[in-house]
């Protein structure tokens, strides 16, 4: 893989300093894989991963077998998909008020969705918030500071910081913001998620109940768009920061 990203950096420092290589030979990595990897391994004594049985519906009894559920369920949490939605620096704790929960951590202190946080005052979570689910508000209870504007043609997505927490905006790109600005931010509650930290369960989601597993792929997608009927809209796609480097 360094030696892939290094030629990769090496042809194009060559066409950016005008003395391209002319027919460059692009690196190809080739990642041979069992049928079926990542999901389920053995079921009712038979092989699953590496075998015909991986084919479509690996689990096809889920609803109605224990065993069966219980391998859906290891086999879907196995891809930590709440790390994968939860908000970078999003781990914070549960605390009770007399309006409802609210999820705390350093300067960041915002109202939760009620359901299945009764009684978790304490609990340590993780925060998962889409990018188009924020809003610029003159009355918004979050202080959000700009580091990075990203034009991505009609929209644009925007890297912000609040406290040790960093959160991505998707706006419009009518609305003019730029590195350094301080933003005024609200969130609906409930189109909020929050995970447990340790067990990665959901705690509160604004489109699935919780404990219930998500819907299962095929074991060599692990679709982290699966979990909150996650789409492209979710924080899991890569960040313009990323794109940059």
């Not at 460059?24 to 699953?48: A, M, N, Q, Y």
């Not at 005052?121 to 003159?138: T, Y």
């Not at 500071?145 to 910081?161: A, F, H, K």
């Given at each position: 893989?360094?030696?892939?990203?290094?030629?990769?950096?090496?042809?194009?420092?060559?066409?950016?300093?005008?003395?391209?290589?002319?027919?460059?030979?692009?690196?190809?990595?080739?990642?041979?894989?069992?049928?079926?990897?990542?999901?389920?391994?053995?079921?009712?004594?038979?092989?699953?991963?590496?075998?015909?049985?991986?084919?479509?519906?690996?689990?096809?009894e889920a609803?109605?077998?224990?065993?069966?559920?219980?391998?859906?369920?290891d086999w879907?949490?196995?891809?930590?998909?709440?790390?994968?939605?939860?908000?970078?620096?999003?781990?914070?704790?549960?605390?009770?008020?007399?309006?409802?929960?609210?999820?705390?951590r350093g300067?960041?202190?915002?109202?939760?969705?009620?359901?299945?946080?009764?009684?978790?005052?304490?609990?340590?979570?993780?925060?998962?918030?889409?990018?188009?689910?924020?809003?610029?508000?003159?009355?918004?209870?979050?202080?959000?500071?700009?580091?990075?504007?990203?034009?991505?043609?009609?929209?644009?997505?925007?890297?912000?910081?609040?406290?040790?927490?960093?959160?991505?905006?998707?706006?419009?790109?009518?609305?003019?913001?730029?590195?350094?600005?301080?933003?005024?931010?609200?969130?609906?509650?409930?189109?909020?998620?929050?995970?447990?930290?340790?067990?990665?369960?959901?705690?509160?989601?604004?489109?699935?109940?919780?404990?219930?597993?998500?819907?299962?792929?095929?074991?060599?997608?692990?679709?982290?768009?699966?979990?909150?009927?996650?789409?492209?809209?979710?924080?899991?796609?890569?960040?313009?920061?990323?794109?940059?480097?």
């Amino acid at each position: 893989m360094e030696w892939a990203l290094a030629e990769i950096s090496r042809i194009q420092n060559a066409a950016r300093s005008g003395n391209p290589i002319v027919k460059p030979r692009w690196p190809v990595l080739i990642l041979r894989t069992p049928k079926g990897w990542s999901g389920p391994k053995k079921l009712h004594g038979e092989f699953i991963e590496g075998s015909f049985r991986s084919h479509q519906v690996p689990l096809p009894e889920a609803k109605t077998s224990k065993e069966e559920l219980q391998a859906l369920q290891d086999w879907l949490r196995s891809y930590a998909h709440y790390e994968l939605i939860a908000t970078k620096g999003g781990e914070g704790v549960v605390e009770g008020a007399a309006g409802g929960s609210r999820f705390a951590r350093g300067d960041m202190n915002i109202a939760l969705a009620a359901s299945g946080l009764a009684g978790d005052s304490g609990r340590e979570v993780m925060l998962g918030i889409r990018p188009e689910d924020l809003r610029i508000s003159p009355n918004g209870e979050l202080r959000a500071v700009v580091e990075l504007v990203s034009p991505q043609g009609s929209e644009q997505y925007v890297n912000t910081r609040i406290g040790g927490i960093e959160i991505m905006l998707r706006l419009d790109n009518h609305q003019k913001v730029a590195p350094g600005d301080t933003l005024h931010l609200t969130v609906d509650p409930s189109l909020m998620h929050v995970f447990d930290r340790k067990t990665g369960e959901s705690l509160a989601a604004g489109s699935t109940a919780p404990g219930h597993p998500m819907t299962p792929g095929h074991p060599m997608t692990p679709g982290h768009q699966t979990a909150m009927s996650p789409d492209h809209h979710t924080v899991t796609h890569l960040p313009p920061r990323a794109h940059q480097r």
